[in-house]
């Protein structure tokens, strides 16, 4: 995903990226010491713990500017980057990651309508991710393939 980004969306381009379901954070480390600006690197994650782990990984890898945070991505929204103007509207993020969360929320028990948490996931993407902005996934339920999506007006 790194080398995908650096060849699509490279640091020069100074892009705001979140990443869905980050973990322990190795996904944003490694863009960052690949040389993306960290005051716009997010990583969001459900659990409290996997996001300190996160943060004290950062810490310690000189990358204490990259924000990870505790968020329900279906349920809440991510917080706005200091640079992300506060009119109300969502944030705008440029790139939108996801290695692996759709599939672990795609596997999550079914309502009481018998649907899938993840019939969610696209819309709440569609709505924090710019025009012209990429949604890159790797996703097991569809072979391993990385996909990238583009909004487009």
Request: hydrophobic fraction near 40%.
């Amino acid at each position: 995903m790194v080398n995908w980004c650096l060849e699509h969306m490279p640091p020069s381009t100074n892009p705001a990226v979140l990443e869905v379901g980050s973990g322990n954070g190795t996904l944003l480390l490694a863009l960052a010491e690949s040389g993306y600006n960290q005051k716009l690197l997010v990583g969001i994650d459900y659990c409290r713990n996997a996001v300190k782990l996160a943060a004290y990984i950062a810490r310690n890898r000189n990358a204490a500017e990259v924000t990870f945070e505790e968020c329900d991505f279906l349920k809440n929204d991510p917080s706005l980057l200091p640079s992300m103007e506060t009119t109300g509207a969502p944030a705008l993020w440029d790139l939108i990651l996801d290695k692996g969360t759709y599939d672990a929320i795609a596997l999550g028990q079914r309502g009481e309508k018998g649907k899938s948490p993840a019939a969610r996931y696209p819309t709440r993407v569609a709505r924090f991710l710019r025009t012209g902005g990429i949604f890159l996934i790797t996703c097991k339920i569809h072979f391993g393939v990385a996909l990238a999506y583009e909004i487009i007006d």
